[in-house]
């Protein structure tokens, strides 16, 4: 094995891997899903007709742990054994991962926090329907970032051919 | 008090109905199609897996969109519903 590509180099880009899908879509959208969940449950109990409307906290948060799937899913299917997986490879993989699972951890901490005060809102007013679908969307659009970063990253790895045995 | 209220229950009554199907309907959606899209896309349009990567992004955003919409296009239903039951109930108190 030449320096440049070492055999734990894969151990970085199986790190991203993991990152990305644990800490995008168990902490994040777990968070989100249980904070909006806790108001949502208190809507329930005197407004049930309010419960479809009310739900579009959770559904983002499904699409935060979305983010986190599809970001592991492209990463790893660039690993395999029987291809040469130099170092820098593996950090990009690394960056990529991490850059996905944090921002998806920071917007599934917004969407919770955000939905939980505005569905106990919504139950008194219904005019801030629009406010929190606003709000949302923006704390959503964070995850989006850190899923675009991850992309641009994991472009950067191709074209490496042939640099195992320099 | 009940005439006030025969409004609320007549809007109960049509939504609860539909809500479950429609949530169950949107949990399968967001949960198949993002990951059918990436891998419909590697196998049978383009190696690339960036663009598929993309795509399944779109999707899931494309199902949020919809998930809104829906919403949305209920709570004008309601606001119709509540809206026509008032008129009714006012005919009937000036009969």
New interface residues.
Partial sequence: MSKLCPPFAPFLGFAGVTSAVSRCASVGAAYGTSKAGIGITGLGTFKPELLMRSLIPVVMSGIIAVYGLVVSVLISAGLSPDTEYPLYAGFIHLAAGMSCGFTGMAAGYAIGIVGDACVRAYAYESRIFVTMVLILIFAEVLGLYGLIVALILNTRVSGLEGICSL | MSVQAAP?RI??QT??GG?LA??AL??LM?AVG??GT?FGM?WYITKD??I???A??VV??L??VG??M???A??MQ?QLQTQQAKEKLEVRKTQ
């Fill in positions: 609320a809007v109960e939504v609860i809500v429609k949530l949107f949990s967001l993002p990951i990436y590697t897996t960036n598929a990567a993309i399944a992004i899931a955003n199902v949020l998930y809104i829906v919403a949305i209920e709570d309601d």
